[in-house]
């Protein structure tokens, strides 16, 4: 079972297109993100979700509009598309509470296998 | 904020030699964890190696080991006995232990690792 997936793993659009990204996870995370990699493959993250309320929210254009319906989902959004927009976008999820020892994975981010968004 | 640096941008090692990608951060935090992800070309974000601040002991991961220097900041990743698998890019993370934990991992820029035959 896919632990974080998210749908479609390739988007070719055209310039002014509205299009989402889908992601899911089935791990029990109540902490979920968007990051961006770039053409120089720069990750960086762009908005976090916690409990389905928004924490982090990067300098983005407000044409980019995170939605999570729930705990285990949190999808994409992109209004008006530019080109600028294309690259790779991945989900990830983590458990928010620390805990400590080799054992402990709350840490740790789950990343899906990223969206290549093309905008032509 | 915090900021992670990796100063090599490539790297290239013979098969079965062993190498060390460089990674330095900086932060104001006195407890936080360090994280070592490969990218293979399948575009996949792996989990290689994790050392939590705390712990003055080293982790290692079979092949994968690091060089933890808290004063110093510094967190490189030592490879053993390169693989062909282990071709990728290599990214440096950084993630407080403080906070409500929605802070999510800061990146370095990254290190393309190529490994001659």
């Known amino acids: 079972d896919t632990a974080v997936s998210q749908t479609p793993k390739y988007l070719v659009t055209q310039m002014g297109n509205d299009k989402s990204i889908k992601c899911e996870q089935n791990?029990?995370?109540?902490?979920m993100y968007w990051y961006k990699q770039d053409s120089k493959k720069f990750l960086k993250i762009m908005f976090s979700?916690?409990?389905?309320?928004?924490?982090i929210n990067e300098t983005v254009p407000n044409r980019f509009s995170p939605k999570s319906p729930d705990k285990a989902h949190l999808n994409l959004h992109i209004n008006s598309l530019e080109l600028g927009d294309s690259a790779v976008y991945f989900c990830?999820?983590?458990?928010?509470?620390?805990?400590?020892?080799?054992?402990?994975?709350?840490?740790?981010?789950?990343f899906g296998s990223g969206t290549q968004l093309s905008v032509l | 904020a915090q900021t992670v640096t990796q100063s090599q941008p490539e790297m290239s090692v013979q098969e079965a030699e062993t190498v060390t990608l460089s990674c330095t951060y900086d932060?104001?935090?006195?407890?936080?964890?360090l994280f070592w992800y490969k990218q293979p070309p399948s575009r996949q974000m792996i989990l290689v190696i994790r050392?939590?601040?705390?712990?003055?002991q080293n982790a290692t991961e079979n092949r994968f080991s690091v060089n933890f220097q808290k004063a110093a900041k510094s967190f490189s990743l030592k490879i053993s006995d390169s693989q062909l698998g282990d071709a990728a890019m290599y990214f440096c993370?950084?993630?407080?232990?403080?906070?409500?934990?929605?802070?999510?991992?800061?990146f370095g820029k990254g290190t393309h690792l190529i490994i001659q035959p």
């Open positions: 990830a999820s983590s458990q928010d509470r620390r805990a400590r020892g080799p054992a402990a994975t709350n840490e740790k981010l789950f």
């Open positions: 791990l029990g995370h109540d902490t």
């Open positions: 979700y916690n409990n389905k309320e928004l924490i």
């Open positions: 932060t104001s935090e006195s407890d936080y964890y």
């Open positions: 050392q939590e601040a705390y712990k003055q």
């Open positions: 993370a950084y993630r407080a232990y403080s906070g409500g934990g929605a802070d999510g991992l800061t």
